[in-house]
């Protein structure tokens, strides 16, 4: 199975990085954009667990350092194309004016499977992106 160029995406929210970080390492901020069910422990090491409809996404946080940059593995338990850890999801927040670029990296994904992760990872974007501007961190 070969691995291909990662999976690229981006966005751009009007909030500050700081008011968009908490969407990316809270439970109670991630499940409002990304999935039916989340546990996290956003440290290095920590558990990275969510649920995107009847998916089991798993995996662990690798970094994470406010308000700028996460990034966790990622992978479907008895998926054995992707099995957990066997991808790394790396996000970027990058202040422009009074907004944020929100930039997603996914890389090692199986070839086959990138279509489908680009599809995923813009849909839930665009979703994060009204999310945040609707309900913003105070």
Known sequence: MNKSEPVTASVRIAAAPTDVFPYLTEASMLIKWMGAWVDVNPEPGGNFAVNIGDQ????????????????????????????????????????????????????????????????????????????????PVS
């Open 56 to 135: 089991p996404i798993r995996g662990t946080y690798v970094a994470v350092e406010p308000p700028h940059r996460v990034v966790f593995t990622w992978g479907l338990p008895g998926n054995d194309a992707l099995l957990p850890g066997a991808s790394t999801v790396e996000i970027l927040l990058t202040a422009d004016g009074d907004g944020t670029v929100v930039d997603l990296i996914h890389s090692d994904l199986p070839a086959d499977l990138r279509p489908d992760h680009l599809a995923g990872w813009t849909s839930l974007l665009d979703t994060l992106r009204v999310t945040a501007c609707l309900d």
